[in-house]
């Protein structure tokens, strides 16, 4: 609370007159990027053309997130099982969401019909559970890993339409990147 308190520019004691422990501060944190995301999807699904406009959109914006998020919160989630298990139980209560989304994409010929995405999503989310659980950020990019992640779960259920468009996407992606 010492560094949070002094990153803000704030004393400690007005600091836990807000929050009464770094518990309900990472909560609260959490909490309100969670809301964010939620707006943030809604606005690009209502003015996008197809959902993997909207899932590359998203990419980038977390992207731009964990750019930007300091890795001791990370670290500190894990030190904490109730915001760990909030997390978790958000990816796994979104389930149901992002089924519906991937059947959409179906029917608009970007991903293909013979992929049960109850299974594939299971398998994507228990990657990333990998990624919050392990210390392989110490050993890859945390981006890179994420990268790695996302382009392959999403070439492997494209159709060739989704994959031209992922393609697209991610050589103009890697170009802004090194630009």
């Known amino acids: 609370m010492d560094d949070v308190a002094a990153s803000l520019g704030i004393s400690k004691r007005t600091l836990y007159e807000v929050f009464s422990d770094k518990e309900s501060l990472l909560e609260a944190c959490v909490l309100k990027k969670q809301a964010e995301g939620d707006c943030y999807v809604e606005g690009v699904y209502a003015q996008s053309g197809n959902v993997l406009e909207v899932i ?11 750019h930007k998020t300091n890795k001791r919160f990370f670290e500190d989630m894990k030190k904490y099982p109730k915001i ?55 050993e890859y990019p945390f981006i890179e890993v994420y990268e790695s992640i996302m382009f392959t779960y999403l070439r492997g259920i494209s159709t060739e339409k989704g994959a031209k468009m992922l393609e697209g996407f991610i050589q103009e992606y890697r170009k802004s990147r090194i630009g």
Do not use: P, W
């Open 56 to 66: 590359l959109a998203v990419f980038q914006r977390h992207i731009e997130i964990f």
């Open 84 to 138: 760990y298990a909030m997390v978790k139980n958000r990816h796994d209560n979104d389930s149901e969401k992002v089924l519906s989304f991937f059947k959409s994409g179906v029917e608009q010929g970007i991903f293909r019909d013979d992929v049960n995405f109850g299974i594939v999503n299971l398998l994507v989310r228990s990657q990333f559970d990998v990624l919050l659980d392990t210390d392989i950020c110490n």
